[in-house]
């Protein structure tokens, strides 16, 4: 049972990785097609538009929250690619912990520079 | 070679991503849902580290900005986009039918025989036209200088 709720939550995290890198994908590189429509992406990769967006609260969430999306999302999935493929299970324990040992790492590295930029 | 374990004497590996016997194109673009999920999460990796080691100074930011506007990772982005346009919509496939809507109603096993996939398979054709169509408009935006 435990399984079907952390299969759940990675459909449930896929729509909401869609929607927010649909964002940031957008964003970052429709540009051209944005600012004909009258919305002024300010050359995306820019230092002066990257600082802009780190000090914008809205900007500096939805970023941490597709960090969490993505991250989910992500090593679930490959959990269960590398669960396919062995099947020890001392060899399976061990992916599960590295794999949750490296996201609460890169979660913690990902939220802690755009924090340090918001409040700086 | 090493005896396979009696349950598992069917088991393929990572060679049945490449080819499981003879199967219908639902299998394949399994395989392309998995080869794009890995591509994305190896972009993912990199992409993490770039933006936030060199976030804290300008001069660090703008060299890096300057390397990645190389016509090379240019293109590379640009397939980390078609990646993410399939894998977004196929897993919207998925999710609908994973979770047993769209699959047609039940039927005996009479031949010629009918799997309740092909019913939908309009939709999946639907989802790789649309892929195929946010790919192009994203394709123009990278060419005029994006």
């Known amino acids: 049972m435990k399984n079907a ?15 927010t890198l649909g964002i940031h994908m957008v964003w970052m590189h429709l540009d051209n097609i944005l600012s004909a429509l009258g919305i002024d992406a300010n050359e995306p990769t820019s230092w002066s538009s990257m600082i802009q967006r780190s000090r914008d609260i809205v900007w500096a969430t939805l970023y941490i929250a597709l960090l969490a999306f993505v991250l989910y999302h992500a090593l679930y999935g490959l959990r269960n690619i ?5 099947q020890s299970r001392g060899i399976r324990r061990a992916v599960t912990w590295g794999i949750l040992a490296f996201g609460i790492l890169a979660f913690a590295w990902g939220t802690y520079v755009p924090v340090i930029l918001l409040i700086k | 070679m090493r005896e396979p374990h009696p349950k598992r004497k069917n088991y393929l590996g990572i060679m049945g991503w490449i080819w499981g016997g003879n199967y219908r194109i639902e299998r394949y673009l399994y395989t392309l849902h998995r080869v794009t999920g890995l591509g994305i999460l190896l972009f993912f990796l990199v992409h993490l580290c770039v933006t936030t080691f060199f976030r804290m100074q300008q001069q660090s930011w703008e060299a890096a900005m300057e390397i990645l506007h190389n016509p090379w990772f240019k293109l590379g982005e640009y397939l980390v986009v078609l990646a993410f346009a399939y894998h977004s919509l196929n897993g919207l496939r998925l999710i609908i039918q ?27 054709m639907a989802l790789v036209g649309t ?10 935006d990278f060419l005029v200088g994006g």
């Open chain 2, 98 to 124: 994973e979770l047993g809507f769209g699959m047609g109603k039940p039927a005996p096993p009479i031949y010629p025989y009918r799997d309740s996939l092909r019913k939908s398979r309009r939709w999946s």
């Open chain 1, 82 to 86: 590398l669960f396919e493929l062995v």
């Open chain 1, 5 to 19: 709720y952390l299969w759940l939550a990675q459909l449930v995290t896929g729509i909401l990785v869609a929607v």
């Open chain 2, 131 to 140: 892929a195929a169509l946010i790919a192009l408009v994203f394709l123009y």
